[in-house]
């Protein structure tokens, strides 16, 4: 069984910049496409990026491409989203996700990943 679990959610004020972290359970970590997507209430699940078993490929939404950027460390397990000039707008609860796929595949281009986190909540003040 995998387990995702988020941290470093929190309160932020509108230009700053929050790192979050998803720690992963589970021997086979370093094989998976890990994604991060967000969700803010009355939307519905937004993607936000994805990166390969390597980290040697990344893909964004074009909308936070060049203030998001994901990085993986798979000694720990742990897969990162480090979000910088926060806006408003950037307010929701971010879920990080793995699928043992690889990143150009078909499901998980379409964000059906097999493993979900529980989320953590990001709010940005103006």
Do not use: H
């Amino acid at each position: 069984q995998v387990q995702l679990v988020e941290s470093g959610g929190g309160l932020m004020q509108a230009g700053g910049s929050l790192r979050l972290s998803c720690a992963v359970s589970g021997r086979t970590f370093s094989s998976y496409t890990m994604g991060w997507f967000r969700q803010a209430p009355g939307k519905e699940r937004e993607f936000v990026g994805a990166i390969n078993w390597s980290g040697s490929r990344r893909a964004y939404s074009d909308s936070m491409k060049g203030r998001f950027t994901i990085s993986r460390d798979n000694a720990k397990n742990t897969v990162y989203l480090q979000m910088n000039s926060l806006k408003p707008e950037d307010t929701a609860a971010y879920y990080c996700a793995a699928d043992p796929r690889d990143i150009t595949s078909g499901r998980v281009s379409r964000g059906e990943y097999d493993y979900w986190g529980q989320g953590t909540q990001v709010t940005v003040s103006s």
